[in-house]
């Protein structure tokens, strides 16, 4: 199984990234899949949750209206839209399947990490 996350970068305070999450060796359309973040020296947090149709997605507080989940399932991928972008918004950030019943935004519930990509905001 592997996740492969990329389009991290470097972006002023304001501008837009996309995410990318490739996803090979499971069935993707059977999960729901999770964008965490992990700034230096925190804890990794939830950002955003989408079901495995994509008819249903959750955001952390602090990025919604902001930043926009979806999934390609034709093509494995899960994006993550971030726009309005803030230097808070610095981190490493994370794709992950949801392999329990657990709660959506605990990163106990999800496994099969992938490398993470590095998103730096200036100010």
């Known amino acids: 199984v592997q996740l492969q996350a990329s389009g991290g970068g470097l972006v002023q305070a304001g501008g837009s990234l996309r995410l990318s999450c490739v996803v090979s060796?499971?069935?993707?359309?059977?999960?729901?899949i999770g964008w965490f973040r992990q700034a230096p020296g925190k804890e990794r947090e939830f950002v955003a949750h989408?079901?495995?149709?994509?008819?249903?997605?959750v955001y952390a507080d602090s990025v919604k209206g902001r930043f926009t989940i979806s999934r390609d399932n034709a093509k494995n991928t899960v994006y993550l839209q971030m726009n309005s972008l803030k230097p808070e918004d610095t981190a490493v950030y994370y794709c992950?399947?949801?392999?329990?019943?657990?709660?959506?935004?605990?990163?106990?519930?999800?496994?099969?990490w992938g490398q993470g990509t590095l998103v730096t905001v200036s100010s």
């Open positions: 992950a399947f949801k392999v329990s019943s657990g709660s959506y935004n605990s990163k106990t519930s999800y496994a099969y």
């Open positions: 060796g499971l069935n993707f359309d059977d999960y729901a």
């Open positions: 989408i079901t495995w149709s994509g008819d249903t997605t």
